[in-house]
């Protein structure tokens, strides 16, 4: 199944996409409340959408949101081995990397749609996007196993982490972030996906499908899902360590390999891969999955902080 958050009239509802068209939901149910409780939420919303259409439209002509257009949590984590590498200019990865799959908490409030304009952070001149997978949690769950934690996913969706690279460098050097270097875009969508339309595309840690970045229309990056060196069984089970994973919460797998321009800029191939800048258009596509697309907007000014 595949569901879509998209604009009717006033508010967001949900839709069940299907063939090309999207069977929207006779009532304003927003896809957070039917996650939780016994996990059959979204089982019986795409009967009742089949059954009792409130109506149906081309997915081409319904203004999609993203399908969780403030989800109550984004965890970030660092998956790819070569993205880690990448970003080092090739050099060694800290041994921790592989006992820990670490992460960040990003904004809830900057939730992007698919298709929605997205902004440079003010006072950057380094804007970034990142290529990632991400899990969206159904049931909720506390000191999982990773056996188990798996099961606690109601679908999967693509990702893009928008990054102010040079915000990003400036703060980390103070031991502490990121923050405003990830804290203006993120985007998800098209749709949420349900794990059973992706189980014959099960591979290793993840699953076989390829992943890619178009900017203006030329490849700038990507690689495989199933590269991940994480799984989301261990990223969700290390999360729920001492503490619950909720309904809605989002679990980014981080950047694919070259999913980044930052990967580019630091193996020496910053002329050749700028940075994103104003008009540009970005696409990055999850293959079975779908795509995000967006132009770049310009930023607004900065604020002093002190006169």
Same mark, same amino acid.
């Given at each position: 199944?595949?569901?879509?958050?998209?604009?009717?009239?006033? @508010?967001?509802?949900?839709?069940?996409? &299907?063939?090309?068209?999207?069977?929207?939901?006779?009532? /304003?149910?927003?896809?957070?409340?039917?996650?939780?409780?016994? !996990?059959?939420?979204?089982?019986?919303?795409?009967?009742?959408?089949?059954?009792?259409? %409130?109506?149906?439209?081309?997915?081409?002509?319904?203004? $999609?949101? /993203?399908? $969780?257009?403030?989800?109550? *949590? #984004?965890? =970030?984590?660092? /998956?790819?081995?070569?993205?880690?590498?990448?970003?080092?200019?090739?050099?060694?990865?800290?041994?921790?990397?592989? &006992?820990?799959?670490?992460?960040?908490?990003?904004?809830?409030? %900057?939730?992007?749609?698919?298709? =929605?304009?997205? @902004? #440079?952070?003010?006072?950057?001149? &380094?804007? =970034?996007?990142?290529?990632?997978?991400? %899990?969206?949690?159904g049931t909720a769950g506390r000191d999982l196993r990773p056996d188990e934690a798996e099961a606690h996913i109601a679908g999967y969706t693509v990702l893009c982490d928008f990054s102010a690279r040079d915000l990003q460098r400036r703060e980390m050097r103070q031991g502490l972030g990121p923050a405003k270097g990830k804290d203006s875009a993120t985007s998800l969508g098209p749709w949420l996906v349900t794990p059973d339309e992706l189980a014959p595309y099960r591979s290793r840690q993840s699953f076989a499908l390829d992943m890619?970045?178009?900017?203006?229309?030329?490849?700038?990056?990507? !690689?495989?899902? =199933?590269?991940?060196?994480?799984?989301?069984?261990?990223?969700?089970?290390? @999360? *729920?360590? !001492?503490?619950?994973?909720?309904?809605?919460?989002?679990?980014? *797998?981080?950047?694919?390999?070259?999913?980044?321009?930052?990967?580019?800029?630091?193996?020496?191939?910053? %002329?050749?891969?700028?940075?994103?800048?104003? !008009?540009? &258009?970005?696409?990055?596509?999850?293959?079975?999955?779908?795509?995000?697309?967006?132009? #770049?907007?310009?930023?607004?000014?900065?604020?002093?902080?002190?006169?």
């Amino acid at each position: 199944m595949r569901f879509c958050t998209y604009r009717r009239g006033d @508010a967001d509802v949900v839709g069940l996409v &299907e063939d090309g068209t999207v069977l929207g939901l006779p009532d /304003a149910t927003g896809l957070l409340e039917l996650l939780g409780g016994d !996990g059959g939420g979204l089982a019986r919303a795409a009967e009742r959408a089949r059954r009792e259409p %409130a109506e149906r439209r081309p997915v081409d002509e319904v203004e $999609l949101r /993203a399908p $969780l257009p403030v989800p109550p *949590s #984004i965890r =970030d984590f660092l /998956a790819f081995e070569e993205h880690r590498r990448n970003a080092r200019g090739g050099g060694e990865v800290d041994p921790d990397w592989y &006992e820990l799959p670490i992460f960040y908490f990003s904004n809830p409030a %900057a939730v992007h749609g698919p298709r =929605d304009e997205v @902004a #440079i952070a003010p006072g950057s001149a &380094e804007w =970034d996007y990142e290529l990632e997978f991400a %899990a969206v949690i159904g049931t909720a769950g506390r000191d999982l196993r990773p056996d188990e934690a798996e099961a606690h996913i109601a679908g999967y969706t693509v990702l893009c982490d928008f990054s102010a690279r040079d915000l990003q460098r400036r703060e980390m050097r103070q031991g502490l972030g990121p923050a405003k270097g990830k804290d203006s875009a993120t985007s998800l969508g098209p749709w949420l996906v349900t794990p059973d339309e992706l189980a014959p595309y099960r591979s290793r840690q993840s699953f076989a499908l390829d992943m890619e970045v178009e900017v203006n229309g030329r490849r700038y990056g990507g !690689g495989r899902l =199933d590269d991940l060196y994480w799984s989301f069984g261990e990223m969700i089970a290390y @999360a *729920s360590r !001492g503490t619950e994973v909720r309904p809605g919460d989002v679990f980014g *797998s981080g950047t694919v390999g070259t999913g980044c321009i930052l990967e580019h800029a630091a193996l020496g191939r910053g %002329a050749e891969f700028p940075y994103l800048a104003q !008009g540009d &258009e970005v696409v990055l596509r999850v293959e079975n999955v779908g795509e995000l697309r967006h132009r #770049i907007a310009a930023a607004t000014p900065t604020i002093p902080l002190r006169p």
